[in-house]
Every structure is written in C-alpha cells, then in structure tokens.
C-alpha cells in the first residue's frame, strides 16, 4: 500500500461506513463527532510520519473533513441539525464552506506538479461522491469534466495505473447519471447533448477501471478491524 492509501484508508472507511448505514446503524450524533475527530487526528499524525509536509497534510485533511461532512449532512435528523453546529470543517479550520473551499485549494494545488500525492487524494474524494458547490442542478456535467480533467493532470505529474486510484463507494456517476437529460429537437443542442454523452461514457468506464486495487486496499483494512474486534 502507498503512502497516500495508507495516510487516508481510515478516512475513506469511515466515509465508506457512513455511506453505507442506516441511520440506526450510525452511531448518535456525539459520539459519531468524537469518532471522526479521532480518526483525522490519527490521519494528521500518520501523514507527519509517511513524510507529508505540513502544508500537504493540512490540504489533505482539509478534502478529507469535507467529503466527511457532506456524507454526515446527507444523514437525516438529528444528524444534519446536530452537525450544522458541530461541523468538522469548524473544528480543524475554523469555516464552514468547505463546498467552495475544496475546490479552491483543489485549484491550488494543481498549479504545482509536485504535489500529485495531495492532488490524488482529491481526486478520491471527487470520486467517492464529493460535490460540493456542484451539488446545484446543472452542476453535474461541470464536476464530471472537472474530474476527467485531474485525472489526466495526474497522469501527466505520474505514470499511475489508474487502477490503484479510486475507493470503494457509491461512485459519482451513480448519483450523477440518476437523472436523465431530455434531448432537444434543435440541431446544436443534439450535438452538445451527444458529446456530453460521449464525455460521460468516457469518463464512465475510465472510473470504473479506477475503483478496484485501492477498493481492495479498504476492504482488507475493513476485514481486519472486524477481526481485531471479534478477539478476545
């Protein structure tokens, strides 16, 4: 396992657990806050130790804590009350707009090629669900674009088989490709239409090759906590 992989599986797990439960799954709101906070505690320290600098730490923590919020905002009462108030993003950075912030710090690191590794990490978020600002209708073909575009900065920055890349989730274009686009009788909306559909196919397969070894990586880790915890 990578250093990225290794710095952020627990963060993924979590949000990959979260995603997955029912409400009457989850532990309450609290005790959810407590847990999460420990398991970004734990991601900061093991980056200073897998030799991330401190400013590519706090980047990836930052698109860590956001994805972990909007899948806890998804949750139904008392969750999003509670978590309104109690953001992770409030605890660590001291804002509450992360859904911007993201994209921004995104868009900062991408201007420096080398730090791919932090670049990667939100690209996993992206592909795990992240939206953001774009969670506005008509957002969806602009993410998806978006994403189609890092994933060719960071084969640029590394030659990566893609196939270590991705977690294992509900993956963006099943929740973007839900709603289906009424085709229009005019001659250039048909060709904008065909080529978006040409781009979400492309981009489709390009992410479902993504999400296997690192789908793995989690699901070992997963298998692991459970058998830890079924000890005596």
Request: charged share 25%; net charge neutral; with cysteine.
């Amino acid at each position: 396992m990578d250093r990225v992989n290794e710095a952020t599986k627990d963060c993924l797990d979590a949000a990959i657990q979260l995603r997955r439960s029912d409400a009457a799954a989850v532990p309450p709101p609290e005790k959810l806050h407590f847990q999460l906070r420990g398991i970004v505690d734990e991601l900061l320290r093991r980056s200073a130790v897998l030799g991330f600098s401190h400013q590519d730490a706090q980047d990836m923590a930052y698109a860590l804590v956001a994805l972990l919020d909007e899948v806890v905002l998804g949750k139904p009462e008392p969750y999003r009350q509670f978590w309104m108030s109690h953001l992770l993003q409030l605890h660590y950075f001291n804002e509450n707009v992360a859904g911007d912030g993201f994209f921004a710090r995104l868009h900062a690191v991408r201007k420096d090629p080398h730090r791919a590794d932090v670049l990667r990490v939100y690209y996993l978020c992206m592909l795990f669900g992240f939206q953001g600002r774009y969670r506005i209708r008509g957002g969806e073909l602009e993410l998806m674009t978006l994403i189609d575009t890092v994933q060719k900065d960071l084969q640029r920055a590394r030659p990566f088989d893609f196939d270590v890349l991705s977690p294992h989730g509900e993956r963006p274009t099943e929740a973007l490709f839900s709603a289906r686009r009424k085709a229009s009788i005019v001659s250039i909306a048909a060709g904008a239409l065909v080529a978006a559909l040409l781009l979400y196919g492309g981009l489709l397969f390009s992410l479902d090759n993504t999400l296997k070894l690192f789908m793995k990586d989690i699901e070992v880790h997963v298998a692991k906590n459970a058998s830890g915890g079924a000890a005596p």
